[in-house]
C-alpha cells in the first residue's frame, strides 16, 4: 500500500521556504469587499451561459539523434463545451466535457475528460474545486516543468486551485491529480506553486514549485519516486520601442527512487531568458548552465517500464548530459485576440542546441473562445416589467 498520504518533513520545509520567500515580495495587504455582508437591497445575479472553447494545435518536433526525446508531430483540435450556472457575480458551477481528436486517428474521439468545477470569483481572491480548464491557472511554470505537449493533451486539472492576484503580484496553490491507482496506471499527484510580486518599477521577482509524488501501480509496491523542482527568479519589463523581459533563474532539484538505495539526488543549474517583442513578433532566447535534471529518465520501475515522460513533464532538453541548453524561439502571438477577444493566434520556430547538434521545433496554435448566455435573471425580470 502507497504511503501518498504521510507527509514528508522534506515537503514541509519546501514549502516554508517557499512561502518565506514569497513573504518577502512587495505585497501590500488591502481590505478587499470580497468578505462583506452583502446588502439585502443588492439584486441577486443569476445566469446562465455555455462556454465553448476550440483549440487546433500543431507541434512539429524534431529530436532524432538527441538522446533526450523522440521526433513527433502532434496535430490535434479540441473541444471543451461546458455548461454554467453563475449566481451573486462570484460563484460558478460548471459541468461539461472536454473532446480531443488527433489528426489521422481512426477513432472518432481519441480521448474525453469530464468537466466538473465549482469557482469562486471575489476581486482578488479565487478557488477552483474539481475539474477544470488548466488555462484558469494563473502561476508562471517554465518548460522546465510543462512542455507544450503536455500542456496540450493534459489540459484538464483534476483538483484544486486557490489563486490571488492584485495588480502585478500574484499567487498561486494548486494541486492536480493525474494518476489512479490501478494495475495499468499509477497513483500520482502534483503540487504546484507559484508567486510573483513587482518593486522598483521595472523590478520583478518569483518563484515557481512542483512536488510530484509519483507512486505504486495496484500490482507491486515499493516502487515510489519523489520528484521536487524549485525555480526562484529574478528579472526586469521595461519598454524601450522594443518590450523587453530579462529573467535570470534558478532551478534547483531533489528525486528519490524509492527502490533504490542512491538516496537523494539534487542537480541544479540557472538559467537566463531574454525576450523583446512588438507587433506581436517576439524574439526569446534561454541560456540553461547545469545538471541533468532528469537522471531518472531512463530508469526501470517494477513494471519494466522507464519512467521517461510519465514521470518527467518539462522539455526534454533540461535533461542534458552536456551541461548546457540554448533555446531561440521566433514566433508571433497576436497582440489583441480577434472577434472581440475571443479568437487567438500563435506561431513559433524554436532552435534547441544541446551541446552537440542544432535541433528545431514548429508550433502553431489557434484557439476560439465564446461564452453566449442562455438565461439572464436580470434582464429576464427587467423585460416583464
Known amino acids: 500500500m502507497t504511503d501518498i498520504y504521510c507527509v514528508k518533513d522534506m515537503y ?12 518577502a515580495f512587495p505585497l501590500r495587504a488591502e481590505t478587499t469587499a470580497a468578505f462583506s455582508t452583502p446588502s439585502k437591497t443588492e439584486p441577486k445575479q443569476e445566469r446562465i451561459y ?11 518536433a524534431e529530436f532524432t539523434g538527441s538522446g533526450l526525446g523522440e521526433s513527433q508531430t502532434l496535430f490535434r483540435v479540441a473541444l471543451m463545451p461546458t455548461l454554467c450556472y453563475e449566481w451573486n457575480d462570484k460563484h460558478t458551477i460548471g459541468v461539461g466535457a472536454n473532446m480531443q481528436k488527433n489528426f489521422g486517428s481512426k477513432k472518432f474521439v481519441d480521448s474525453i475528460d469530464l468537466i466538473a468545477y465549482y469557482h469562486y470569483n471575489a476581486s482578488k481572491y479565487s478557488v477552483w474545486a474539481g475539474c477544470f480548464g488548466r488555462n484558469s491557472l494563473i502561476g508562471g511554470y517554465s518548460r522546465a516543468f510543462f512542455t507544450n505537449a503536455y500542456l496540450a493533451t493534459k489540459s484538464v486539472v483534476q483538483g484544486t486551485a486557490f489563486q490571488y492576484r492584485n495588480g502585478k503580484n500574484l499567487f498561486e496553490f494548486a494541486i492536480d491529480w493525474d494518476g489512479l491507482y490501478s494495475e495499468a496506471t499509477r497513483e500520482k499527484f502534483r503540487i504546484m506553486a507559484a508567486g510573483e510580486g513587482s518593486f522598483a518599477r521595472v523590478m520583478y521577482a518569483g518563484a ?7 507512486a505504486n501501480k495496484s500490482i507491486f509496491e515499493g516502487n515510489v ?28 532539484s531533489l528525486q528519490r527512487d524509492r527502490q533504490s538505495d542512491a538516496g537523494w ?4 543549474g540557472g538559467e537566463l531568458d531574454v525576450r523583446f517583442s512588438r507587433w506581436g513578433v517576439f524574439i526569446e532566447n534561454s541560456l540553461y548552465f547545469g545538471g541533468n535534471l532528469m537522471p531518472l529518465y531512463y530508469t526501470a520501475g517494477k513494471d519494466g517500464l522507464i519512467y521517461g515522460d510519465d514521470l518527467y513533464t518539462g522539455d526534454p532538453f533540461y535533461g542534458t548530459t552536456h551541461d548546457i541548453y540554448n533555446r531561440t524561439s521566433i514566433g508571433y ?35 476560439v473562445n465564446i461564452a453566449p448566455t442562455i438565461y439572464d435573471k436580470q434582464r429576464y425580470q427587467s423585460r416583464k416589467r
Open 208 to 214: 515557481a514549485l512542483s512536488v510530484q509524488h509519483y
Open 333 to 367: 502571438i497576436s497582440p489583441l485576440r480577434l472577434w472581440h477577444d475571443r479568437i487567438g493566434i500563435k506561431a513559433q520556430v524554436d532552435l534547441m542546441y544541446d551541446g552537440t547538434r542544432l535541433y528545431t521545433q514548429q508550433m502553431i496554435s489557434l484557439s
Open 12 to 23: 514541509g520545509r519546501l514549502l516554508l521556504i517557499f512561502a518565506l520567500l514569497l513573504s
Open 225 to 252: 519516486v519523489d520528484n521536487i523542482l524549485v525555480n526562484p527568479y529574478i528579472g526586469v519589463r521595461f519598454k524601450a520601442f522594443f518590450d523587453f523581459d530579462i529573467r535570470l533563474s534558478y532551478l534547483q
Open 50 to 60: 455555455v462556454g465553448i472553447g476550440f483549440g487546433v494545435d500543431f507541434d512539429n
Open 265 to 268: 539526488l539534487t542537480p541544479q
